[in-house]
């Protein structure tokens, strides 16, 4: 191969850190130790292939978009929504360059208009994967309130009332309706 791939070994240490940076807002709900933004992405991306595929558009590509909608935060850290009116927020499709400069040209453009479309809502796929990242974190609410963390019906409320696809609304219904363990109780069979 020709093309020099040290920017991209840099980026995957870089990306590495997501690992190990908190989410934030979690701790204004009391959770000590919240979720990293990598396993929020994680999930996040799950979710949008879902959506995606009973939305009928490309899972594939709603996750793609899914899996890269945070990885600016390996540069500016998860600024929650009290901190942004306080510190501007970095454009992500700024961040984004800046992370890619040095890329091969094919793979730096490629994940810079992938950043460009998902920021700007500019597909079904876009769409799917932004109601992912609401719904995600939603779940991670309703998880972390089973927990005992009342604090955390806030981001329930708030990341339902932002789904805009109706499968996201649907699932959130689902999600309501159940406990975090009932996925346990049911593959042992076990009448809830």
């Avoid at 009928?56 to 978009?65: C, E, K, T, V």
């Amino acid at each position: 191969m020709a093309d020099d791939l040290s920017a991209v070994a840099r980026f995957l240490y870089e990306a590495g850190t997501l690992k190990n940076t908190a989410r934030t807002g979690w701790w204004m709900a009391g959770v000590k130790q919240p979720e990293s933004v990598a396993e929020h992405s994680w999930r996040t991306s799950l979710i949008a292939s879902i959506i995606a595929k009973l939305e009928g558009a490309d899972p594939a590509r709603a996750a793609f978009l899914a899996v890269w909608h945070d990885t600016q935060e390996s540069r500016t850290g998860d600024v929650n929504h009290l901190g942004k009116r306080y510190s501007p927020a970095a454009d992500p499709e700024a961040v984004t360059a800046d992370q890619t400069a040095g890329m091969p040209e094919l793979l730096a453009s490629t994940l810079q208009e992938l950043v460009a479309e998902y920021e700007g809502k500019d597909s079904v796929e876009a769409v799917c994967a932004r109601d992912a990242d609401k719904l995600e974190c939603m779940l991670q609410g309703l998880e972390y309130k089973a927990q005992g963390y009342a604090g955390a019906q806030r981001w329930i409320d708030n990341s339902r009332a932002r789904l805009t696809t109706e499968t996201g609304r649907r699932l959130a219904e689902e999600l309501l309706g159940q406990d975090p363990l009932d996925w346990l109780r049911a593959a042992l069979g076990e009448k809830g």
